[in-house]
């Protein structure tokens, strides 16, 4: 089974509007983390927000908040008043465990195309 | 400011070359790792090291080798590079809190 599911290969939104990018996860740890990557087109992955599996608020980043209903191990990245510059992929991951010394690397999604029209 | 860094940022290179891809970062931290990225799709992870002297092969097989002499240091090298191995290269490393910090990757074509 998939550790991260983002079901929408592409979007396209229209200017202003917000925009929710969804992303489920599968795990059955108790500690975990969730990260949303942003890459455009120049490739880069540039990291947007961060919720940690006991985090009792959604996490917010400016006009990124996270969605996080853990009961339905979901992690969607609400995109607020929506700008051209957020066209790019988007990348859901997923860090099991809670130990440092452990194995903590990310699992990816496999993204989402987000387009902006103008 | 980048604190990881990648060079070069693109390379056309013949089949057949030798290529290392170099990745350096001024964090500290003890794990990085190597992905593999075609343009807009997953990304696929080929080697990783938890600190120097460790290195582990990722997910996705790859004839790729890593090194990690250094910190701070983690180069990719394909001995004999060939035209399947078209892509680009991402490096990242990682803090206590766990997130990646990328640095802005490595497109490479072989011709």
């Known amino acids: 089974a998939q550790k991260i599911t983002q079901t929408q290969p592409g979007m396209f939104v229209q200017e202003k509007e917000a925009v929710t990018l969804d992303c489920t996860y599968d795990?059955?740890?108790?500690?975990?983390?969730l990260f949303w990557y942003k890459q455009p087109s120049s490739g880069e992955m540039i990291f947007l927000i961060y919720q940690g599996s006991y985090d009792e608020q959604n996490a917010t980043e400016g006009r990124y908040s996270l969605n996080f209903q853990k009961a339905r191990k979901s992690a969607n990245l609400v995109i607020s008043a929506s700008q051209l510059g957020d066209s790019a992929m988007y990348f859901c991951a997923m860090r099991e465990g809670g130990k440092v010394d452990g194995n903590e690397k990310l699992t990816f999604g496999t993204g989402t195309r987000l387009t902006i029209i103008p | 400011e980048a604190d990881i860094y990648q060079t070069p940022r693109y390379l056309v290179i013949g089949t057949g070359k030798k290529i290392t891809l170099e990745c350096s970062q001024t964090m500290g931290h003890d794990k990085m790792y190597w992905y593999q990225q075609d343009p807009g799709m997953e990304l696929h992870l080929i080697h990783y090291?938890?600190?120097?002297?460790?290195?582990e092969k990722g997910d996705l097989s790859s004839e790729s080798t890593v090194s990690r002499i250094r910190t701070e240091h983690f180069p990719l090298t394909l001995e004999s590079a060939r035209p399947s191995h078209t892509s680009q290269y991402l490096c990242?490393?990682?803090?206590?809190?766990?997130?990646?910090?990328f640095g802005s990757g490595t497109r490479l074509t072989v011709v």
């Open positions: 990242a490393s990682q803090g206590n809190n766990y997130g990646y910090t």
């Open positions: 795990t059955s740890d108790q500690s975990y983390g």
């Open positions: 090291s938890y600190g120097v002297n460790s290195t």
